[in-house]
Every structure is written in C-alpha cells, then in structure tokens.
C-alpha cells in the first residue's frame, strides 16, 4: 500500500459544481496535510495548509482532515473553468524540512 | 514574496550530454532547498535534499553521482543530470524553504528535461 492514496481521475464538472477532492494515507504519523493546485508544465503552488484533524476555509477552498480515519479531503465550491488543474495533496510528519509526501493528484476539469 | 525561479523551463539534450537546471530563491534566503521528479501523470517523487553549505541527501534509489546537486549559496542550488540517457525525460521542480517563509516550501516553474 503507498503512503498516500489519491484517485487520478480524471474528474469533470459544469461550473458553478462543489468539488470534491480526497486523499487517503497510511501513515498515522503524518501531522501537516497541504493541498497543492498544478497547471498544466508549472511546479504546484500551495493553496492550503492544515495542521492536524479539523477545517480550514479560504475563500471557496475549505479543507479537512480527519486523522482517526487517515482521511483529506478539499472542497472547491462556485467552481470556475480556471479551477481546472491537478490537485495535488501532501502530507509530513514533522514541520520544516522534514519531506513531503504527495499524492498522485487529481486532474480536475472545470466545464462552462 | 518566497518566489523561487528554475533555468532552463525546457532543455532537450542528446543521450550521454550532461545538463544543468538551476533553481533560485529571488525574495528570500534559502537555507533548505528540495529537488523533486515528475513523471507523466504521476506524483512528485522526491530525489534529495540539500542544505546549503552541506551535501545533498539523495533518497533510496536516486544515483548521487548521476544527480549531483550543488546548494553553495543561500539562493541558488543546482541540478547536474550527467550522462543523461533517454529515461531522464521527466519533468524536475525544486523547492525551497528558509527562515523567511514560516514552515512552507515554495515551488519552482519546473524544468522539462528531453532526453533524444
């Protein structure tokens, strides 16, 4: 079993469609859950960032995390043509330089 | 600010060349920098990290005398694919971390490298 498990997609939705993105992993020492956006040929960019079990929310992400059943998950709501991309999710045990593991990423497109 | 920049964006080379992919921290001083593969439709794998002023650590199966990685500057760590062969191609993105970016690594553009 990988560490981190994430369904490639890829995944379809009309605009205006809340999105649904999920990780799974199995290493219960990982504490510090990102999720990253990445078009097409560009290095990811972080667009959340949670420490350990709980929701975040910026904008139309909100991120959650629930560590007893080793589970992620971003939602994108009022989702844009511009929000198609792969999305990738990351995790790490400890802070700073300890290394992150990804997902394979889901490749998310965005119909209008 | 934590922009981090990568040279060449795309190098198509000959098998047995050896290319140089640059990454650079243009807004803050790196102390920690990570070079990472992607193949198609696969996730980043990580292949070292190098702290500057030290030698990289190369994770399991990545060939430290094949990838030699150069941090000698606060800002600019280096990537030399020697004697590249045709499954080199993949796409190479580095990160970089330092005390002006809290906890986070900031990506570069990624590198394609082509292998012919």
């Known amino acids: 079993q990988k560490e981190v498990e994430q369904d490639p997609g890829p995944l379809s939705v009309p605009e205006g469609a809340i999105v649904s993105l999920n990780c799974t992993y199995s290493?219960?020492?990982?504490?510090?859950f990102m999720w990253y956006r990445q078009y097409s040929r560009k290095g990811p960019e972080l667009l959340m960032y949670?420490?350990?079990?709980g929701n975040k929310e910026d904008g139309r992400f909100t991120a959650q995390v629930d560590k007893s059943s080793k589970y992620i998950s971003l939602f994108i709501r009022d989702s844009q043509p511009s929000d198609s991309a792969t999305y990738l999710c990351a995790m790490r045990r400890n802070s700073g330089n300890t290394p992150l593991v990804f997902g394979k990423g889901t490749r998310l497109s965005v119909i209008a | 600010g934590a922009v981090v920049s990568q040279h060449p964006s795309r190098v198509i080379c000959k098998s047995g060349t050896s290319v140089k992919i640059e990454c650079r921290s243009l807004d803050f001083q790196a102390t920690t920098m990570f070079w990472y593969r992607q193949f198609p439709k696969q996730s980043l794998m990580l292949m070292a990290t190098?702290?500057?002023?030290?030698?990289?650590?190369?994770e399991q199966g990545v060939e430290k005398d094949k990838f030699l990685i150069n941090h000698a500057s606060l800002t600019l760590s280096t990537l030399t694919v020697t004697s590249a062969h045709p499954e080199d191609s993949s796409f190479y993105i580095c990160s970089a971390r330092g005390p002006g970016t809290g906890d986070e690594q900031f990506f570069g553009p990624g590198t394609r490298l082509t292998v012919l």
């Open positions: 190098s702290n500057e002023g030290s030698k990289a650590t190369y």
């Open positions: 949670t420490y350990s079990s």
């Open positions: 290493n219960s020492a990982f504490q510090y």
